[in-house]
């Protein structure tokens, strides 16, 4: 094992034990909470000690990039590739055929244009609806900081829900950046409040995954409902820039 996939082990292994933790503290079982080791703007190379290290679900933000990766390292096929940026509408394509999770549909635009996409190659897609909870311009997603805002975003995701190639799996959401993992629990309690309303609404919906959480607050995340963890700079260290991924 080489030293680049025995440190990076070392720190998935210990992720792992942290999400257990954050769970049993929470009274949750660990065994549902999955952690997604992000290797966006990461190399090849790192992306390889990653699968080799014991990460079986790897995310990505730029569909070409993770289209790259996922040709290059095509030997291991059990690796989940997970899509967790926003897509342009022009990038549709690429996610549809490509990727085994959607974590960031974040309009009805988008999931029409995905859903012709994957009827054009006979695969069902899932996806997660993101939610911008925060209530920050910057972020993409159905607004869902008020929650009085809510009922207004039912027609819209009742129209996703009956795209017959889109598969909706839960929720997403990126909170406001803090400067502690404690400022990110009210948003992740937010998008739980989130889940259940929708979940009455659509009951014969599956929306059991809530995908949030990341390397500052992920323990926060895992207390208060985290079905998927986006664990990247504290298990294969900080981003490359993009002129040296590759």
Same mark, same amino acid.
């Given at each position: 094992m080489s030293d680049l996939v025995q440190?990076?082990?070392?720190?998935?292994? #210990?992720?792992?034990?942290?999400? $257990?933790?954050?769970? %049993?503290? $929470?009274?949750?079982?660990?065994?549902?909470?999955?952690?997604? +080791?992000?290797?966006?703007? #990461?190399?090849?190379?790192?992306?390889?000690? !990653?699968? =080799? !290290? &014991?990460?079986?679900? @790897? &995310?990505?933000?730029?569909?070409? =990039?993770?289209v790259m990766k996922r040709q290059a390292l095509r030997e291991f096929s059990a690796v989940e590739w997970h899509m967790i940026g %926003?897509?342009?509408?022009?990038?549709?394509? @690429?996610? $549809?055929?490509?990727?085994n999770l959607l974590h960031s549909l974040d309009s009805l635009k988008l999931a029409k244009r995905l859903d012709r996409f994957c009827s054009e190659v006979g695969r069902t897609l899932p996806v997660l609806l993101e939610f911008n909870v925060g209530g920050e311009d910057s972020k993409s997603g159905w607004l869902a900081g008020d929650e009085a805002l809510w009922p207004a975003t039912l027609d819209e995701i009742a129209a996703v829900i009956a795209l017959?190639? @889109?598969? +909706?799996?839960?929720?997403?959401?990126? *909170? *406001?950046?803090? =400067?502690? $993992?404690?400022?990110?629990r009210p948003f992740f309690q937010k998008l739980k409040r989130?889940?259940?309303? @929708? !979940?009455?609404?659509?009951?014969?919906?599956?929306?059991?995954?809530?995908?949030? &959480?990341?390397? &500052?607050d992920y323990e926060v995340a895992v207390q208060e409902g985290a079905t998927l963890v986006r664990v990247g700079t504290a298990i294969v260290g900080a981003r490359q820039y993009k002129s040296e991924v590759g």
């Open positions: 440190s990076i082990r070392e720190r998935y292994l #210990q992720t792992l034990d942290n999400i $257990a933790n954050a769970a %049993h503290n $929470a009274g949750r079982r660990p065994e549902p909470i999955k952690l997604v +080791v992000v290797t966006k703007s #990461q190399s090849v190379e790192v992306t390889r000690a !990653a699968i =080799e !290290a &014991g990460a079986y679900m @790897l &995310g990505e933000n730029y569909p070409e =990039e993770g %926003h897509v342009q509408s022009r990038k549709a394509q @690429l996610v $549809a055929e490509n990727f017959p190639n @889109l598969q +909706v799996r839960g929720l997403m959401t990126m *909170p *406001p950046l803090g =400067e502690t $993992a404690e400022f990110s989130l889940q259940e309303y @929708l !979940a009455s609404q659509f009951p014969h919906t599956d929306f059991t995954e809530l995908s949030m &959480g990341t390397s &500052g």
